[in-house]
């Protein structure tokens, strides 16, 4: 009996010993360990509010912030954050992140009196596009001259934005000019062909990283050129 008391003594004195150098050493080398560590939280579709609010919860301090346009986030929220969602990282740590601008406006130069031809080099120089094109009387113009655009100049509208001209109206007949087709899905181009009276030509498929397939990357005749009607247009569109 005097022998299991001693043990039992023993036992008790190691789990009390034990217990006193995992409260002395171990809870202090774990806390010290991880309790500085945190997943980095998804600052993305919050407001710059928002984020800086979160980030403060989670004891992350704020970095650099960066602006950059940005055609489907609204002005002022996340776009983009470093370090990325999800990531283990130390508290205080400075977290970079990037506030939408929105889209990017351009606004739409005169181009009244020019040729659709001239009118889509200026267009493709600020990041617009040549649309439509109409023609009308005019007695004043020379025929073939632009005599208004769509929007109107000075307007402001998203780039890579279509304008859509009026032309003063000549003798020739038959006839259309090429709309920029640059960056057009392919399904709405052939649509927009149809309707030109323009006949699809030879189609080439290409790699394009940055392009969602079915996107058109080239077409065989310049944007503005006028063409007959029938005429067979060739594209190269991303796969």
């Known amino acids: 009996m005097h022998k299991i008391l001693k043990l039992a003594a023993v036992v008790l004195g190691m789990l009390l010993l034990a217990l006193f150098t995992i409260d002395l050493f171990i809870f202090p080398l774990i ?31 704020v ?3 960066d602006s950059a346009f940005h055609e489907d986030v609204p ?20 977290v970079r ?12 130069p005169e181009l009244k009196e020019l040729s659709p031809s001239q009118a889509s080099d200026t267009l493709q120089r600020l990041g617009l596009r040549l649309g439509k094109t109409r023609e009308s009387y005019s007695a004043r113009m ?16 998203p780039k890579g934005g279509l304008v859509d001209i009026t032309i003063s ?14 960056d057009m899905s392919f399904q709405a181009v052939q ?27 080239e077409q065989s005749l310049k944007a503005g050129t006028r063409v007959d009607r029938g005429t067979h247009i060739d594209f190269v569109v991303s796969e």
């Open 31 to 61: 806390q010290g360990k991880f309790s500085r560590k945190i997943i980095m939280p998804d600052l993305r579709d919050l407001d710059s509010t928002a984020a800086v609010k979160l980030l403060g919860e989670k004891g992350i301090t």
């Open 63 to 65: 970095g650099d912030v």
């Open 75 to 94: 002005a002022g929220y996340v776009v983009s954050q470093m370090p990325f969602p999800g990531q283990v990282i130390k508290r205080q740590r400075r």
């Open 97 to 108: 992140f990037t506030l939408s601008r929105g889209e990017e406006l351009v606004t739409v």
């Open 142 to 157: 020379t025929p073939g001259a632009i005599i208004a655009s769509s929007p109107p100049a000075g307007s402001s509208m």
């Open 169 to 182: 109206q000549s003798s020739l007949t038959g006839k259309t000019y090429m709309p920029d087709f640059k």
């Open 191 to 217: 649509a927009l062909l149809a309707k030109l009276h323009l006949r699809l030509g030879e189609v080439t498929y290409r790699k394009h990283p940055e392009l969602v397939p079915g996107t058109v990357m």
